[in-house]
């Protein structure tokens, strides 16, 4: 069993950056893809990215394709999203989770997630 755990996010301005970390423990980190979620108030679970073991982004979401960046430091069993120009619509909790398999586009194909960390955007 792998153990997940998120940090970085915060309340920031429209415009600004923020990384985001997704520290794994518990079993090798670097065999697996992680991908990358989210979930503002009031609606369903959205896939933002996934990276493979390579560091290869394997699938993005339009609505980020641009903006945020992946990349993960397998020695450090640690994966990053990286934030830029944030909106006030990036406004959720972030989640980072391991694939399983089948399409990355789907909460169901995780099977490990972390907390989340808030991430909040102001105009």
């Known amino acids: 069993q792998v153990q997940l755990v998120e940090s970085g996010g915060g309340l920031v301005q429209a415009g600004d950056s923020l990384r985001l970390s997704c520290a794994a423990s518990?079993?090798?980190?670097?065999?697996?893809?992680t991908g990358w979620f989210r979930q503002a108030p009031g609606k369903e679970r959205e896939f933002v990215v996934a990276?493979?073991?390579?560091?290869?982004?394997?699938a993005i979401a339009d609505s980020v394709k641009g903006r945020f960046t992946t990349s993960r430091d397998n020695a450090k069993n640690t994966a990053y999203l990286q934030m830029n120009s944030l909106k006030p619509e990036d406004t959720a909790v972030y989640y980072c989770?391991?694939?399983?398999?089948?399409?990355?586009?789907?909460?169901?194909?995780?099977?490990?997630w972390g907390p989340g960390t808030q991430v909040t955007v102001s105009s």
């Open positions: 989770a391991e694939y399983s398999g089948g399409s990355y586009y789907s909460p169901r194909n995780y099977k490990y």
């Open positions: 518990g079993r090798t980190f670097s065999y697996y893809t």
């Open positions: 990276i493979a073991w390579s560091g290869t982004a394997t």
